[in-house]
């Protein structure tokens, strides 16, 4: 073998290694190309997917949920509305029935009722909201009116306008006498004890207690100036607190009494209080009743 085929074969091995490192090199950067975008896809898809998961869902996301009220949210939206009841008053007409409004007093469902005298019976008792009184049904308790429902009818009874005449008990300031003068004397003084109990067990049936006596206003000069205490039971709360048939009640502790609801603050002040005070009016002397609790 001459050099010169030596040199052509030496030559034929280089140019094939050559070859094969080029075409070798050529598939690898191919390779890497074809491969390098579904990472990158990948990458995006995975990078949605966690924003996705970061954004807020829709509204419509919840709709299951406000569907299935578990809060019962919907119920109190509807509470917070009026009521079918909050009828205006304007359009109904005053009731027939022989019935005299006294006094009411607002507030909760509980403490809330109305001083209704049956003229009929002449008798006087406390009701609630639900409560029946001759052929009606009370639906509303208001200040100085009542709504009644009778025979699927509303109809409204309301306090009489001071000075006007009507059935069933009279009023002090109606009965023809003048109005008692006031004694110039100093009022007299009176101090009593009182067990807290014994207040209690009397105000756990309130219409048993208003049985026990006639409450009514006493006007002076067409004027509510107080509270008339007449036939009062022995042996009553009433007897116990020293009080007598005739006596007006003008106030508890220094504020002065014109209804029903001002009155209820002299059964709030003997719950809570140690010491209460009554101003009365006894045959025209003025009179105080100091209270001891215990």
């Known amino acids: 073998m001459t050099i010169q085929r ?3 074969l030496v030559n034929l091995a ?3 290694l050559g070859a094969y490192w080029v075409v070798n090199t050529f598939y690898k950067v191919l390779a890497l190309q074809v491969q390098s975008p579904p990472q990158a896809v990948e990458s995006t898809a995975d990078s949605q997917r966690i924003q996705e998961t970061q954004q807020a869902p829709p509204l419509a996301h919840y709709t299951p ?5 578990l809060f019962q949210t919907s119920k109190v939206a509807a509470t917070d509305q009026p009521s079918g009841e909050d009828v205006s008053l304007e359009g109904l007409e005053e ?7 006294w006094g009411t ?3 909760d469902t509980e403490n809330t009722y109305a001083v209704i005298e049956d003229t009929q019976k002449r008798e006087q008792s406390l009701y609630r909201i639900g409560d029946t009184i001759q052929n009606a049904t009370v639906k509303m308790i208001l200040r100085e009116k009542v ?3 009778v025979e699927n009818r509303d109809e409204v009874l309301a306090m009489e306008e001071p000075g006007t005449s009507g059935g069933g008990t009279p009023m002090l300031a109606g009965r023809g006498s003048p109005a008692p003068m006031v004694s110039t004397a100093p009022a007299m003084e009176q101090r009593i004890t009182l067990q807290r109990a014994m207040i209690e067990d009397a105000f756990q049936d309130v219409n048993r207690l208003m049985s026990e006596v006639a409450i009514t206003p006493y006007m002076q000069d067409g004027r509510p100036e107080g509270l008339a205490f007449n036939n009062i039971r022995p042996n009553s709360i009433f007897r116990r607190m020293g009080l007598r048939n005739g006596d007006v ?3 508890v502790n220094g504020q002065q009494i014109q209804s029903m609801e001002d009155a209820m603050q002299l059964y709030n002040d003997l719950r809570s209080s140690d010491e209460v005070q009554l101003q009365l009016m006894r045959r025209g002397q003025e009179r105080n009743i100091t209270y ?3």
């Open 6 to 8: 030596i040199t052509i």
């Open 147 to 149: 709504v009644l429902n």
């Open 14 to 16: 280089l140019l094939t």
């Open 249 to 251: 009640l003008l106030g």
């Open 65 to 69: 949920i406000l569907e299935r009220d």
């Open 95 to 101: 009731t027939q029935l022989q019935l005299k409004l």
């Open 292 to 294: 001891n609790l215990r």
């Open 105 to 107: 007093v607002s507030g």
